[in-house]
């Protein structure tokens, strides 16, 4: 069975840096699109970074020029670097891979077939 696994959520204060990393034993991350997505308590769930398998990348504007998505193809490993952070982020973030192979997606979540349990982001005023 494969299932992403997100690690290195926290409780931040304000203008804090975290950085969350992904993995998922069985999928070469590097042959699709893989991505960030959160949802905080009363909120819908949101994507927040994307990166298609040619390296090509999506961000919300919310998070735009504060978060950065990256992937290390010999880790196997998916990273999302925040920094500046703001108490709006606080949210659980979930690491997500697209179903199909080689695809330039629109970080939709409906073209995610595998989620991560999640991992949350606190960040204090």
């Known amino acids: 069975q494969v299932q992403p696994v997100e690690s290195g959520g926290g409780k931040v204060q304000a203008g804090g840096s975290l950085r969350l990393s992904c993995t998922a034993s069985?999928?070469?991350?590097?042959?699709?699109?893989m991505g960030w997505f959160r949802q905080a308590p009363g909120k819908e769930r949101e994507g927040v970074a994307c990166i298609a398998w040619n390296a090509f990348t999506y961000y919300a504007s919310s998070v735009k020029g504060r978060f950065t998505i990256s992937r290390d193809n010999a880790e196997n490993t998916l990273y999302l670097e925040m920094s500046s952070l703001i108490p709006e982020d606080t949210a659980m973030y979930y690491c997500?891979?697209?179903?199909?192979?080689?695809?330039?997606?629109?970080?939709?979540?409906?073209?995610?077939?595998?989620w991560g349990q999640g991992t949350q982001v606190t960040v204090s005023s």
């Open positions: 997500a891979a697209d179903s199909e192979l080689y695809r330039e997606g629109n970080c939709l979540d409906t073209d995610f077939g595998y």
């Open positions: 069985g999928l070469t991350l590097g042959t699709r699109s």
